[in-house]
């Protein structure tokens, strides 16, 4: 008997909902794609360009790769959140062709090698809690110059992209659809005319979508296509469902047959799960199944005597529980991170007093995290039919043991050897190989291959060599997974949090999609010159998925960070020692709710004390050593389901005032405490309800001011919802204003300019100089990405902004710093020149290499575009250097090479013979030593500012 994974209490979780809010509309998004596109060319900063610093060898998360058939050394590689890069020698170096892209978010990809053609299909297609949405189907006729929408609005997450071998005009497309809410825009999409028009060809119902579509090599009329029934909300995830199967058509997609049928072999019904596909021919097929039946329970045969689980105490009565050996109940408790004090003596004393019962040591362990990662159902199944897929039968016996664990959906890949039927690669959480027809398997993945597989590609013509794309990046193998390259020069780190310090220089942190925790110093080169010096320059602090990071001001080598659901550790880089510091629940209570991305903060008004927000907020007065809960639930109490809710998702402690403190929750409350948590009031009330407060923020600049940013994207309601408080939250102003739609990840404003705000979004960075009521992208050398985490560096003024998808970029805004309301109604305005050291390596000759030419960066602001003339002199008003800038509106970088003009050089010569200008090797002039002074004019402006070169 099979046992389906969806609990009754999951089932009825409908009427405990409250009703879900709207998604966003397919016409909203494409209109919002527009506005942004007019606001960047009115831009003030549109001139200003980010600095991407890295990091790039632990990579993001790969979707798909498409490789050039006649030459494997050319491919194209999708990333999840990080567009997509092309490479022409085999990997040694990639080239981004999607950043002039209205989005970076891919779920398939396909090239016409013949044409050129190439299609994305946006949309992550594997339903982790950050696969971001798309808005249909990008084509390129030039090799990813420029980018046409070709259709399919309302995909949201594409599943696969099959192209007809022979005719460039016809495609079918597999649309996974919405990740959290239902829609009609999903199944199987065809095209006859290049993506013009699209006809939908098969349809299951509206949370049922295809998540592969594959085609028989040479015979394009019959195509194979599977069917993924899920229901991802933000407390629970259903993968499973009555609507998954595998269809068949044999007139080129226009007809489809379900024959996975109760007689076909193949499961059915409420437990069948994500299905991957291989065609070898019309006959032979393989399927790899994520299958979400419960497993057959086992005898008490089975039971380990000697070991207790949880499941013992769950029906065990006070008088056998008092008998157990106290050495069984000790090696239960410590194994299962029990507090210290919870040994067995104390612990059987507490049930003797009627203070807990037996069954609390199972509950002290009962939360959402467990039911995901600890449900007992099949897991990854391999079938295989030799009649066209009329029948199935299993490879293998059982199920291939720790390949999906709990979370297959998030894989479900299979390839076969074009050549050689027996031969079967599969990725999981490894990658595995059959080498009998799946039979039996084994792991391939190499010590520099990163866990969980979503593309293997396999050379038809060259047995051994793979293409695989995983959550680390790209690894290349020629001898059939037995060792590999690794291919990782993209920075496509996907962050979920970033922090600086006060090094000199400064350090950078941040936490990334399972990819850990990394730092490195703000002048780290992102280069390959570490494979000649053996040591890359960030460095990795902690596994997993990297969380938020924390580092005492005092002592830089003290860092609190750690990994989802709230493992955090106080690590000593110096002594090169880490403790776990997670606040434990009393027994007999029910365990405290975390967050994937447990919020911390460390006080600004002492480091030794630490917060971190569970369901309650908690706070350490030493570090980390010891917690106290400083607050009941602040949130709804959360849902019943599978992943953790009801959780706490920002804190924030104002810097006036000790104990002012600010917290959000997953599920749209936003409290305030004016006593270190003695008291608490709801401040939420009048904001719209039920949405992730991705960010509360108190004001650096005024006690009573605080920010608050909401998130709908677990609804798919992309509206921008960011507010301000000047009252401590009694009343809130909504200071979304001109933000095109794309949900709101974080807000920070700015330490010296109260009117300056920084805001990023799931599709980019923006700037505000009005304190929110006008909004301005920020976006030169920064495409269309999610922005999770802002930064800034007060001694630097660095902004530092961590995308998910893209790594890392920082750009100086000490000029925006100055840019007062005054300032911004000038004519024209120079900035602060940078301090110049003279050096005898300007413009000198080096062996096989370039110059050194100096640069200095200008920052000039303009009210209007225009041409601009700028005019060097020296101390005594010689005229030494002119030449023209155009300027755009607004705040333009004018790069000045520090040289004199060769005639004005000449004329001053001939004043100064004693101290004549010298050229350099380069046969470059170059300013001496001394104080000069810089004049701009633009039309009948004109402003100066005087710089020194020492």
């Known amino acids: ?232 909300k933000a407390w629970n995830f259903i993968g499973n469902g009555n609507g998954s199967g595998i269809y068949k058509s044999t007139d080129g997609g226009e007809n489809w047959t379900l024959i996975t049928t109760e007689e076909s072999g193949f499961p059915t019904g409420e437990g069948v799960g994500r299905i991957g596909l291989a065609i070898y021919n019309n006959n032979t097929i393989f399927a790899i199944h994520d299958n979400q039946f419960h497993r057959e329970k086992k005898g008490d045969a089975t039971k380990d005597k000697d070991h207790l689980s949880k499941d013992d105490f769950k029906e065990m009565d006070v008088e056998t529980f008092l008998a157990l050996d106290n050495k069984k109940l000790n090696t239960y408790l410590k194994t299962n991170g029990f507090q210290e004090k919870y040994r067995a003596e104390n612990v059987k004393q507490l049930v003797r007093s009627g203070a807990v019962k037996p069954i609390d040591l199972a509950n002290y362990l009962e939360d959402a995290n467990a039911m995901l990662f600890d449900t007992p159902v099949i897991g990854a199944e391999v079938y295989k039919s030799t009649d066209g897929g009329a029948t199935w039968s299993k490879t293998h016996e059982g199920s291939i043991e720790d390949l999906f664990y709990s979370y297959g959906y998030y894989f479900c890949q299979i390839a076969v050897d074009p050549n050689n039927p027996e031969k079967l690669y599969a990725g999981g959480v490894p990658i595995i190989r059959s080498d009998d027809g799946g039979k039996t398997w084994k792991s391939i993945n190499g010590d520099n291959v990163h866990a969980d597989h979503h593309s293997i590609w396999i050379n038809p013509e060259k047995p051994g060599h793979i293409i695989n794309g995983n959550d680390g990046g790209v690894n290349i193998s020629y001898d059939d997974g037995e060792s590999w390259i690794k291919n990782n020069t993209p920075s496509v780190g996907q962050f979920y949090a970033i922090e600086v310090d006060n090094q000199e220089p400064y350090h950078i942190y941040g936490g990334l999609q399972d990819n850990g925790v990394w730092m490195a110093p703000r002048n780290a080169r992102e280069n390959t010159s570490w494979h000649q010096q053996g040591e890359y320059p960030w460095k990795m602090i902690m596994g997993g998925d990297g969380m938020q990071v924390e580092v005492d001001p005092r002592n830089p080598n003290i860092v609190y960070t ?266 024209l305005v120079i900035f602060e020149l940078p301090e110049t050291r003279r050096s005898p390596r300007w413009g000198a000759s080096r062996a096989w290499g370039n110059p050194y030419e100096p640069e200095m960066e200008i920052v000039i602001y303009s009210l209007a575009e225009g041409e601009a003339t700028l005019e060097v002199t020296d101390d005594s008003g010689n005229k030494l250097k002119t030449f023209s800038s155009p300027l755009k509106k607004g705040f333009n970088l004018v790069a000045y090479d520090l040289s004199a003009d060769e005639d004005l050089a000449n004329r001053y010569n001939k004043k100064n013979r004693s101290n004549k200008l010298r050229s350099a090797a380069n046969g470059t002039t170059y300013l001496p030593k001394g104080t000069f002074t810089l004049k701009v004019k633009k039309d009948k402006a004109t402003t100066e500012k005087s710089f020194e070169i020492k």
């Not at 798909?64 to 890069?85: C, H, M, Q, R």
């Open 562 to 827: 750690g990994f989802q659901f709230g493992n955090y550790f106080r690590i000593d880089l110096e002594a090169a020692s880490r403790k776990y510091i997670q606040p434990k629940h009393e027994l007999g209570d029910r365990p405290y709710r975390f967050n994937w991305q447990t919020p911390i903060l460390l006080s600004p008004h002492n480091a030794d004390i630490l917060y971190l927000g569970g369901n309650k907020l908690m706070r350490s007065m030493d570090k980390g050593d010891t917690w106290e809960a400083i607050s009941d639930d602040l949130t709804t109490g959360g849902k019943p389901g599978n992943v953790a809710y009801g959780t706490l998702t920002t804190v924030s402690e104002s810097p006036f005032r000790f104990g002012l403190l600010y917290t959000g929750s997953d599920d749209g409350l936003i409290h305030v405490s004016e006593n270190g948590g003695s008291t608490w009031k709801l401040i939420s009330e009048s904001l719209p309800k039920d949405l992730w407060v991705s960010r509360v923020i108190a004001s650096a600049h005024d006690e009573n001011t605080v920010y608050a940013t909401l998130n709908g994207y677990r609804w798919d309601d992309f509206t921008p919802y960011v507010y301000v408080s000047t009252d401590k939250g009694t009343t809130w102003k909504n200071i979304s204003s001109n933000l095109p739609l794309s949900p709101v990840n974080v807000i920070i404003e700015d330490p010296s300019n109260k009117d300056l705000l920084f805001a990023g979004t799931d599709n980019g960075l923006y700037a505000s100089f009005d304190g929110g009521m006008h909004w301005e992208p920020f976006s030169n050398n920064l495409p269309e990405v999610a922005v999770h985490d802002l930064a800034i560096q007060e001694r630097e003024s660095d902004l530092v902004v961590g995308t998910h998808g893209r790594g890392i970029y920082v750009i100086d805004i000490a000029a925006l710093q100055h840019a007062n309301a005054n300032v911004l109604k000038e004519e």
């Open 1 to 232: 008997m099979k046992y389906p994974l969806l609990f009754s209490l999951l089932a009825g979780l409908q009427f405990q909902m409250q009703a879900q809010q709207p998604a966003t509309t397919p016409e909203s998004n494409l209109e919002a794609l527009k506005e942004k596109a007019a606001l960047t060319s009115n831009s003030r900063v549109q001139a200003l360009p980010l600095e991407n610093i890295g990091p790039s060898i632990m990579s993001g998360r790969v979707t798909d790769i498409a490789v050039n058939p006649k030459d494997p050394t050319e491919f194209y590689v999708g990333y999840a959140s990080g567009g997509l890069w092309h490479t022409n020698n085999n990997g040694t170096t990639f080239t981004p062709v999607m950043d002039n892209a209205p989005t970076q978010n891919i779920g398939d990809l396909a090239v016409n090698w013949e044409t050129g053609t190439i299609w994305v299909g946006t949309g992550e297609n594997n339903a982790s809690r950050s696969s971001y949405a798309g808005i249909g189907m990008l084509r390129s006729d030039d090799q990813g110059a420029t980018w046409t929408h070709s259709g399919l609005p309302d995909a949201h997450h594409i599943g696969r992209i099959i192209l007809h071998p022979e005719d460039p005009n016809t495609l079918w497309v597999g649309v996974t659809g919405h990740l959290y809410s239902p829609n009609e825009e999903r199944g199987v999409y065809k095209s006859t005319d290049g993506g013009k028009t699209w006809k939908k060809t098969l349809y299951i119902n509206n949370e049922t979508g295809i998540i592969d579509l594959a085609a028989v090599p040479g015979d394009p009329q019959t195509l194979f296509a599977t069917a993924w029934q899920k229901d991802r």
